[in-house]
């Protein structure tokens, strides 16, 4: 059946290093890819998206690879900052539809 | 400009009974999505709705309903309140319908006794 899964549910990285945030998504008509953050007590924010027609497209210190051989989707924060801590989500969709499909996430801790 | 705004931010309510909650979306949009996020795990579609018409509905049961209006506010019905739907409601909003991007309001939590 469709969904999307992240590979970890935790992951910590040092302050300053680059993280990574991996996803495998198994719809293969997805159109549409998104990267939400998520904070406590907040709703997601949108951070950066793909489509399918592309494989990588970078935002002010992310950057959003997809290889749609492998249905892979991966997150790349440059020179992580305690402001990154949060549960991230990735998410995929159909442009077909609006009906937006999440994976159960990633929480992100940032080390001092 | 103003995000997606949801009210109430929290609610409590006990088994049985119903609840309203409400959506402005973002100015221009005229897609309003609803989302139920459980503790713990990522967002649920429960419904979009597009210049006032249902344009999706996810696997939720009749006691869930929405609607929206002439100014795209939307609102969803819950009723006959079980346990299980305590969680996170998420209103997001998109310009048009058909793989847009989605932005998100900050939700309202709601618990049920």
């Known amino acids: 059946g469709e969904s999307v899964g992240l590979h970890l549910p935790t992951l910590s990285v040092q302050e300053g290093d680059n993280s990574i945030i991996n996803c495998a998504y198994s719809n293969s008509a997805s159109d549409y890819f998104i990267w939400y953050k998520q904070e406590s007590g907040k709703g997601p924010q949108f951070i950066i998206d793909i489509r399918s027609n592309m494989d990588k497209r970078q935002g002010q210190r992310v950057t959003v690879l997809l290889n749609k051989t492998v249905k892979h989707l991966s997150l790349q924060i440059a020179a992580t900052q305690p402001g990154d801590s949060a549960v991230y989500f990735c998410?995929?969709?159909?442009?077909?539809?609006?009906?937006?499909?999440f994976g159960k996430g990633t929480r992100l801790h940032i080390l001092p | 400009d103003a995000g997606v705004t949801q009210s109430p931010t929290h609610l409590i309510k006990t088994r049985g009974q119903h609840v309203t909650l409400r959506c402005s979306p973002i100015?221009?949009?005229?897609?309003v999505s609803w989302y139920q996020q459980v503790l713990g795990q990522g967002p649920q579609f429960i419904f979009q709705y597009y210049e006032k018409e249902e344009r999706g509905r996810g696997n939720f049961p009749d006691r869930f309903s929405a609607r929206q209006f002439p100014n795209y506010s939307s609102e969803l019905n819950v009723n006959a309140l079980l346990l299980g739907d305590s969680a996170l409601y998420l209103c997001?909003?998109?310009?048009?319908?058909?793989?847009?991007?989605?932005?998100f309001g900050p939700g309202t939590r709601l618990t049920v006794l």
């Open positions: 100015s221009g949009h005229k897609s």
């Open positions: 998410a995929e969709m159909e442009n077909r539809d609006d009906k937006i499909i």
């Open positions: 997001a909003s998109s310009r048009t319908s058909g793989g847009m991007t989605q932005y």
